[in-house]
């Protein structure tokens, strides 16, 4: 008897818009940038980015439109998922500070 791995549901390319099957003609030109921006990116857009990467472990944390908060960890260990969620604030932290130190290169304004 021979059996075959059914595929996963939602394992093709997902564009990082539109969260639509690859190719998506209408965000093809669309490009993405790395670092801190001052827009916010729709949820959606940000799950369709981590759709499309190998990842090995997922830790989401959002906010509702109701308001209420939502977790989820694909790792079944607390400890383990607040690792990851420590690792996620310190890169973020680090990111911040590396555009604080630009700014200050910069003159301070005319009094």
Known sequence: ??????KLVGSEP???????PMPCEEHANVKRL?????????PVAI????HNTD?????VVGIQKNGREF???????AAESMYHL???????????????DDDD??????A
Do not use: H, W
């Open 14 to 20: 997902r564009c990082d818009l539109c969260f639509g």
């Open 71 to 77: 977790f989820a960890s694909s790792c079944a260990d």
């Open 86 to 100: 420590q690792r996620g604030i310190y890169k973020l932290n680090k990111i911040v500070d590396e555009g604080a």
């Open 34 to 42: 790395g670092g801190v921006t001052s827009n916010d990116i729709d």
């Open 47 to 50: 799950l369709a980015d981590a």
């Open 105 to 110: 290169d910069e003159e301070p304004p005319a």
């Open 55 to 59: 990842l090995a472990i997922v830790v």
């Open 1 to 6: 008897m021979t059996t075959t791995t059914p």
